[in-house]
């Protein structure tokens, strides 16, 4: 077990700072006109900020293999439940029969 890992604290810093700079892309996307894919972007963004969070923050990097597998079938329903949401968010706009 790597209970004794000690991560640097310029570890911690970088990815605040990415988590920083990647709050200002969501914030400048959301003012781009993508169309439907507006809420597509500002998902995958705050896919990628979690990812960082859990990765670092909540030392799942540096956590043993039933850590993992229990994070990684959190994220694959996760991936089930956004692809049925926006599923039904895009189909929306189809006319009624």
Same mark, same amino acid.
């Given at each position: 077990m790597s209970a004794n890992h000690v991560v640097p604290l310029?570890?911690?810093?970088a990815v605040f700072i990415t988590l920083l700079v990647?709050?200002?892309? *969501?914030?400048?996307?959301?003012y781009i006109d993508l169309g439907v894919f507006n809420p597509v972007m500002a998902l995958v963004i705050a896919t990628f900020k979690?990812?960082?969070?859990?990765l670092f923050f909540m030392h799942v990097k540096y956590s043993s293999k039933l850590t993992w597998?229990?994070?990684s079938a959190a994220f694959f329903f996760?991936?089930?439940?956004?692809?049925? *949401?926006?599923?039904?968010?895009?189909s929306r706009a189809w006319p009624m029969q």
């Open positions: 310029r570890v911690y810093f990647m709050t200002g892309v *969501t914030t400048w996307v959301a979690a990812v960082l969070v859990i597998l229990v994070v996760l991936g089930i439940m956004l692809t049925l *949401t926006m599923s039904d968010y895009l």
